[in-house]
């Protein structure tokens, strides 16, 4: 079954990077995954500061607002999509990423299937 684990950061520090998580970290969780032979998918988002919100009103209006919603304490900063036996090993999966410690998490949906 495939999974999605979409990673966000806890606590930034000044250069907008996770706290507690070290790039080594990162590239080591990424060899063991991506070598297990799980990955459907995997990216890794751009700073947040490039990103552009699009809403849509009922009358059709379109709204464009550049960089992040303000009001918003969790920052998506890449994904995962697993294809993996059950829901079990999915979380397995998501504990062992180096986003879901110092204040991230790390969110596990299952995709749909049509």
């Excluded at 790039?23 to 032979?37: C, N, Y």
């Excluded at 990423?97 to 204040?103: E, L």
Aim: charged content about 25%; aromatic content about 8%; some cysteine.
């Amino acid at each position: 079954m495939k999974y999605m684990l979409l990673i966000n950061a806890g606590e930034l520090d000044t250069e907008n990077a996770p706290v507690g998580c070290e790039p080594e970290d990162w590239m080591r969780f990424d060899k063991e995954i991506t070598d297990s032979g799980v990955v459907v998918a995997s990216e890794s988002l751009a700073d947040l500061v490039t990103a552009t919100r699009v809403q849509v009103a009922n009358d059709g209006k379109r709204t464009v607002t550049d960089g992040p919603f303000a009001e918003t304490r969790e920052v998506l900063g890449g994904f995962y999509v697993i294809d993996v036996p059950d829901l079990d090993v999915a979380l397995d999966w998501a504990a062992k990423c180096p986003g879901s410690r110092a204040g991230g998490s790390v969110l596990v949906r299952p995709v749909a299937e049509f």
